[in-house]
């Protein structure tokens, strides 16, 4: 039976009429259950699609419809033609491409524009200036938000970036202009690294992004990776939800996030939160968006701008008591934003951990396969974001994140022991995970200090050192396992 959600507020009379109805969600795993359960809280039905690899996924159960998109794993997630015509077909009036595949794709947004679908993020012009990452910087330069020093627009040839690495020095950063989530980027120390990184790069820009324009900036040596939430609606109302600390990584992909940073001075967290507002209104930015900075020596610096909710999007609800993807929903129905900058507060600090299938001490070789056993952590101030369950196949073609563990508490040294107790009890066997590693970190004290760069990981290589003896409970669980398969059970 149809819902309906119907929110009444005073200054909004006629809000229920203007809602969404019915959405599309056009992506898998833990992000599509995630926009399930905020459809269900709002009264909106959520229509799922899937893969032949997919077909007993946990969003495939939970939504309230859900089609086959064909039997090749990736294809029918990478199609947007086809995607929105699935959104006419089955009646509905909104998309939500969740965060990668096609999220940061300007033409899925253009086409649901032209079908009469509602895209759960900006507009298609704002998609296709921020993927352009010489043309953000560009746009930012404008809007007098700090940039690394780098070329101007893309280069033409390996000599012009020769030439540029001479004038802004060693070490610099080659990037892939369309380039993201840690793709189509290498650091050069010196002419000869950027010599044989060039084909590279070009090679795996095109591949992976479909374009071979590339661009140089300067390598901000062990910076902190810092970036802000922000939100903004079509009434011109723009808001940042304090920023996430994304320092802890392995080449360039996150690992452990925190909000709000430990590291950042009331100062400093007022001025990023600020430049982040800037440089959404800059681009007349609409929806949800990540601003993210470097940030190295007491200077901040711009370093791109992701124009979809991100995979750590649930600290700030943590810390913010904002729903993300509800706010998402209510812009994309053309409604206000429901706070105001000056009633949003931050309390305490959330830590999420990225449980993947990959195993930290065979160089995070990934390991998918069944999960014969998972239990989940709970207690007080703990969440999990995830789509696996006890029989799941983790399938290989897809990214090796099992479940998202988020905890909180009132003080730093509180959330990471929290972290730590949730993690141990965390029950997930069949596949290796980053479980045992992020419990390490925990213990490390240059961490427990709240003092660390983007170079934690590789200075620390010590902390894959742990030991992979089975706890007594695991040990209790695969001997019941064996007396029932014997029994027949």
Same mark, same amino acid.
């Given at each position: 039976?149809?819902?309906?959600?119907?929110?009444?507020?005073?200054?909004?009379?006629?809000?229920?009429?203007?809602?969404?109805?019915?959405?599309?969600?056009?992506?898998?795993?833990?992000?599509?259950?995630?926009?399930?359960?905020?459809?269900?809280?709002?009264?909106?039905?959520?229509?799922?699609?899937? =893969?032949? $690899? *997919? @077909?007993?996924?946990?969003? !495939?159960?939970?939504?309230?419809? /859900?089609?086959?998109?064909?039997?090749?794993?990736?294809?029918?997630?990478?199609?947007?033609?086809?995607?929105?015509?699935l959104?006419?077909?089955?009646?509905?009036?909104?998309?939500?491409?969740?965060?990668?595949?096609l999220s940061e794709n300007a033409e899925l947004a253009r086409i649901c524009s032209e079908r009469g679908i509602k895209f759960i993020g900006p507009s298609a012009e704002v998609i296709a200036r921020m993927g352009d990452k010489t043309e953000a910087r560009r746009s930012m330069i404008a809007?007098?938000?700090?940039?690394?020093?780098?070329?101007?627009?893309?280069?033409?040839?390996?000599?012009?970036?020769? =030439?540029? $690495? *001479? @004038?802004?020095?060693?070490? !610099?950063?080659?990037?892939?202009? /369309?380039?993201?989530?840690g793709r189509g980027i290498r650091r050069c120390n010196s002419k000869e690294e950027l010599e044989q990184a060039w084909p590279r790069v070009i090679s795996e820009a095109t591949k992976a992004f479909g374009s071979a324009d590339v661009f140089l900036e300067k390598c901000i040596v062990n910076p902190k990776h810092i970036e802000a939430q922000v939100l903004a609606d079509s009434f011109g109302n723009t808001v940042h939800l304090y920023e996430r600390d994304c320092s802890i990584q392995r080449r360039n992909q996150k690992l452990i996030e925190i909000a709000p940073s430990p590291q950042l001075t009331p100062e400093q967290r007022a001025y990023i939160g600020d430049l982040a507002v800037r440089a959404a209104q800059a681009v007349g930015y609409e929806n949800a968006g990540t601003v993210e900075f470097l940030l190295a020596d007491n200077e901040v610096y711009f370093m791109e701008m992701n124009t979809r909710v991100q995979v750590e999007h649930t600290i700030t609800e943590q810390i913010t008591g904002i729903?993300?993807?509800?706010?998402?929903?209510?812009?994309?129905?053309?409604?206000?934003?429901?706070?105001?900058?000056?009633d949003i507060e931050h309390r305490g600090y959330a830590i999420q951990f990225r449980i993947n299938a990959e195993d930290p001490k065979n160089d995070f070789l990934p390991s998918f396969g069944k999960i014969t056993r998972y239990y989940a952590p709970g207690g007080p101030g703990v969440r999990v974001d995830t789509a696996i369950y006890t029989g799941y196949t983790i399938p290989p073609y897809y990214d090796s994140m099992c479940l998202k563990l988020i905890v909180w508490a009132n003080n730093w040294e509180d959330a990471m022991d929290r972290g730590y107790r949730a993690l141990d009890d965390m029950h997930l066997h069949g596949v290796k995970t980053t479980e045992l590693y992020y419990q390490q970190i925990l213990k490390n004290?240059?961490?427990?200090?709240?003092?660390?760069?983007?170079?934690?990981?590789?200075?620390?290589?010590?902390?894959?050192?742990?030991?992979?003896?089975?706890k007594p409970e695991a040990l209790a669980l695969a001997i019941a396992g064996a007396i029932a398969a014997y029994a027949g059970l």
């Open positions: 039976m149809l819902r309906l959600y119907v929110e009444f507020t005073p200054d909004h009379p006629t809000e229920e009429r203007d809602v969404i109805k019915k959405i599309l969600i056009a992506n898998r795993g833990e992000i599509a259950v995630r926009i399930v359960r905020a459809c269900a809280e709002m009264g909106i039905r959520s229509v799922a699609i899937h =893969s032949d $690899a *997919d @077909r007993y996924a946990l969003h !495939v159960k939970r939504a309230d419809e /859900s089609y086959n998109v064909g039997s090749d794993p990736l294809a029918g997630y990478l199609n947007a033609r086809q995607l929105v015509n959104a006419v077909e089955t009646g509905c009036d909104a998309l939500h491409p969740g965060y990668g595949f809007a007098g938000v700090p940039v690394t020093p780098g070329t101007e627009g893309n280069l033409k040839d390996l000599q012009e970036a020769l =030439s540029e $690495a *001479d @004038r802004v020095g060693y070490p !610099v950063m080659l990037k892939a202009t /369309s380039g993201g989530g729903d993300i993807v509800r706010e998402q929903i209510r812009i994309a129905s053309g409604l206000p934003l429901s706070v105001k900058q000056e004290p240059d961490f427990r200090s709240g003092v660390f760069n983007t170079s934690f990981v590789d200075t620390h290589p010590e902390l894959t050192n742990y030991s992979t003896k089975n």
